[in-house]
């Protein structure tokens, strides 16, 4: 039987030295194939549970960069570096947002990553940042939904049928194995990954104990739960930039359904244990992510690192 080239083993024939601190460092290109062999969903899950919180101290993540290149289409550039000598990188990701690329029959988003040394300034790598932040985005549910989701929990419903729902299916079943895959009815986890203006998960018809994970909204306008949802559920976020960019959140302060100071906490202090997550097997669970240059950034180390160890 003949066998099958390991795509880590194709990419990179001048096999130099490729640590960041090497003055002699080649760029190197990690292919999309390379990417998939290298993430999984159980494997980034527990990288950013371990990694995130002393991370979080060290790196500078200023708040995303966002242009209108037309009425609806937006160009979004998410920096992130740290000097400390177990992340000694500068991690930048580039990204193209452009809605009606449906009617096409293209994808929305597209974007890269470009992974730089901290020490001195050198490219390292870049990456398929679209499928970086599948895989990272996935995974940050997953893990809110490891802390906050019942450890009973059987259904899972995905709402949302684009690139990103295969992945929160992975990654929540990574997170909760006792789960189905997708089945219709209300589910003890309800994942939404949508670019929907109206909202299309109902507060009223989630049921006791179940967790909520909305990913999909990234601006004002974007809703994809209504106020209901909100004012039931305890709210967690994946950083602070959610509670000024998510349209639920945004639109539930302005309309006083509840306050910044409700919000439950964020991923860093659950991971860490300084707020409490799920309280009861009764109560409602709500996590909000926007994204951050943060899990970009360790998302890429773990496959810069991975790939050069594999040379």
Same mark, same amino acid.
Do not use: I
């Given at each position: 039987m003949a066998s099958v080239p390991n795509p880590l083993n194709n990419e990179?024939?001048?096999?130099?030295?490729?640590?960041?601190n090497n003055t002699n460092t080649i760029p190197i290109f990690i292919s999309t194939e390379s990417l998939h062999a290298i993430l999984s969903h159980p494997t980034l899950i527990d990288h950013l549970q371990s990694s995130l919180p002393a991370a979080s101290s060290t790196l500078q993540t200023p708040i995303r960069q966002s *242009?209108?290149?037309?009425?609806?289409?937006?160009?979004?550039?998410?920096?992130?570096?740290?000097?400390?000598?177990?992340?000694? *990188?500068?991690? /930048?990701?580039?990204?193209? *947002?452009?809605?009606?690329?449906?009617?096409?029959n293209l994808p929305g988003v597209h974007a890269s990553y470009v992974l730089f040394s901290s020490v001195t300034g050198q490219t390292l790598a870049s990456m398929d940042g679209t499928v970086l932040t599948l895989y990272r985005t996935s995974c940050v549910s997953g893990l809110a939904s490891k802390i906050l989701a019942r450890n009973d929990s059987e259904t899972l419903v995905m709402i949302g049928a684009g690139a990103m729902a295969p992945h929160l299916i992975k990654a929540h079943l990574s997170a909760r194995p006792s789960l189905r895959r997708e089945i219709v009815g209300l589910g003890d986890i309800v994942s939404c990954a949508t670019n929907l203006e109206t909202p299309v998960v109902k507060g009223e018809r989630l049921k006791a104990?179940?967790?909520?994970?909305? /990913?999909?909204?990234?601006?004002?306008?974007?809703?994809?739960?209504d106020d209901e949802a909100i004012r039931r559920g305890r709210v967690f976020v994946d950083n602070e930039a959610a509670l000024v960019e998510a349209g639920e959140l945004v639109g539930a302060f302005e309309r006083r359904v509840i306050e910044k100071g409700d919000i439950g906490g964020n991923l860093v202090e659950l991971i860490k244990g300084e707020k409490v997550g799920r309280r009861s097997s009764e109560e409602i669970t709500v996590f909000k992510s926007v994204g951050s240059a943060i899990v970009d950034i360790l998302a890429a180390q773990l496959v810069y690192e991975t790939y050069i160890g594999k040379q």
């Open positions: 990179n024939p001048n096999k130099n030295d490729t640590n960041p *242009y209108s290149v037309s009425q609806s289409s937006s160009l979004l550039l998410m920096p992130s570096w740290s000097s400390s000598p177990s992340l000694p *990188y500068v991690g /930048v990701k580039l990204v193209t *947002y452009f809605p009606q690329n449906s009617a096409l104990g179940a967790h909520l994970d909305l /990913v999909g909204s990234f601006k004002h306008s974007m809703m994809e739960c």
